[in-house]
Antibody, heavy 121, light 107 residues
Framework: EVQLVESGGGLVQPGGSLRLSCAASGFSFSTSEMHWVRQAPGRGLEWVSYITSSSGTKYYADSVKGRFTISRDNAKNSVYLHMNSLRAEDTAIYYC??????????????WGQGALVTVSS | DIQMTQSPSSLSASVGDRVTITCRASQSINTYLNWYQHRPGKAPKLLIFGASNLQSGVPSRFSGGGSGTEFTLTINSLQPEDFATYYCQQSYSSLFTFGPGTKVDIK
């Protein structure tokens, strides 16, 4: 069974930092590309960041570029999101997501349950 | 960056109704289009990939169509568990942007 389990969420003050972790199991993590997606209260889904299986390529949404860093440890089957200079608008549920490809079309086929990050003083 | 729009932003329907949601891309994305269902308190769920391919385990009342810049998600015979928010997503670029969502609620 595929599982993605996020941890590390919590309450942080504006300007602070937090690191989210996602532990993966049930699939070949080292060959899978991974993403983070978030949903702010009352808002829609927002793609946040992407990392290739080898960590060779990383992308970020403009809203987090320069503040967030994605990384992974294939030996630990884990992906991370390092969040710095946090703002109130970063308050959201953060989902760890696996990118799966079928018939040459890729999508987000497995999602974690999400980690809540609240940025408030 | 590719921008995605959806219409309507919300709709009210009854159990048994047929519902169609439209998604448009700011440039041609071929059939690099996915649909997700998101219920409150749950993780989003992949319904359709590649514009028209039903994800394994998803009921056949869900169907998708379109190519280029305009796409549709149709739900035939709406069931109580289908009341949720639906998002389209482009996978043409590696920045997998989502549409703003369409909330389907009970009339």
């Amino acid at each position: 069974e595929v599982q993605l389990v996020e941890s590390g969420g919590g309450l942080v003050q504006p300007g602070g930092s937090l690191r989210l972790s996602c532990a993966a199991s049930g699939f070949s993590f080292s060959t899978s590309e991974m993403h983070w997606v978030r949903q702010a209260p009352g808002r829609g889904l927002e793609w946040v960041s992407y990392i290739t299986s080898s960590s060779g390529t990383k992308y970020y949404a403009d809203s987090v570029k320069g503040r967030f860093t994605i990384s992974r440890d294939n030996a630990k089957n884990s992906v991370y999101l390092h969040m710095n200079s946090l703002r109130a608008e970063d308050t959201a549920i953060y989902y760890c997501v696996r990118e799966g490809c079928n018939r040459a079309r890729c999508s987000f086929d497995y999602w974690g349950q999400g980690a809540l990050v609240t940025v408030s003083s | 960056d590719i921008q995605m729009t959806q219409s309507p932003s919300s709709l009210s329907a009854s159990v048994g109704d047929r519902v169609t949601i439209t998604c448009r891309a700011s440039q041609s994305i071929n059939t690099y289009l996915n649909w997700y269902q998101h219920r409150p308190g749950k993780a989003p769920k992949l319904l359709i990939f590649g514009a028209s391919n039903l994800q394994s385990g998803v009921p056949s009342r869900f169907s998708g169509g379109g190519s280029g810049t305009e796409f549709t998600l149709t739900i035939n015979s709406l069931q109580p568990e289908d009341f949720a928010t639906y998002y389209c997503q482009q996978s043409y670029s590696s920045l997998f942007t989502f549409g703003p969502g369409t909330k389907v609620d009970i009339k």
